[in-house]
């Protein structure tokens, strides 16, 4: 006897192929432009990404000879113009105007093989010729009462900053007004009378340039596009015996001062 015919299971195939192109038609459009790509890569995350990362752009900062000149901002003063040359072969030499003398005398600090100098420059207040002090070997640590201390962001400050070993709390910071890079907030996380380093904001480019510094001693920015760096460094005088210049300003001559302007009519009054 023949089987009898089921007129519904004829209807069952059409009817499942039907559905899923129905619900494929009722459902809305793929977008067509993807999402935008970031405009910077992301920072490491973790506990220790700043403190690693910084660790890398110090090191390369190491391995970068240059000369850059940073705008040095300190409170209540004009502007100064720092330049910074790291030469080719390892030696350095860091000039500051207003680096001495309570800001009166401009000198150049440098460290080559045969030492570490500091050189004082003619200006309006001292017009003798540039003369060189030896201050001992070239990884002598300055006495503070010789130390301006804008060269130790690009000098030993960076063994600090590469040596994790250091107790240092780092994290990501916001740049300083016209500083460009990436930067970090560094602390010292032990008490020391003597820290490793001045806390504050560290800025870098990746290829290890120091874009900003703003620790204790004012703002250094990045003034112009770093230029290549020379064979070595050169003192910008003779290196001669005789004391350094030290950071104090040197005492008023009472001779000099305004009670005794030679100038002053009031002096000379009742002098036949």
Known sequence: MPAAHHP?????????????????????????DPAPPPTAAPRP??????????????????????VARYTLRVDGAADRLIVFTSANDG?????????ALGGTADITLAATADGLFQCGLPSATRPEPATCVRLGERDDTLPRRLDPRVQHPFTDWLDVLTDRRAPLSVSPAMAPAEATGDCYSVETTAASINPPLDVGIYCFDADGTSTAVRAAFGTLTLAAPPEPAPDTVHLPGPVVEGEPLGMEAPPVDPSTSADTDPTDPDLYAGTP
């Open 8 to 32: 519904t299971r004829r209807l069952t195939v059409p009817l499942a192929l039907a559905v899923p192109a129905l619900l494929a038609a009722c459902s809305p459009d793929p977008p067509t």
């Open 45 to 66: 995350a973790g506990p220790d990404a700043a403190r690693d990362e910084l660790a890398a752009v110090a090191a390369a900062a190491q391995d970068r000879h240059l």
């Open 91 to 99: 030696s350095w030499r860091v000039d500051v105007p207003g680096g």
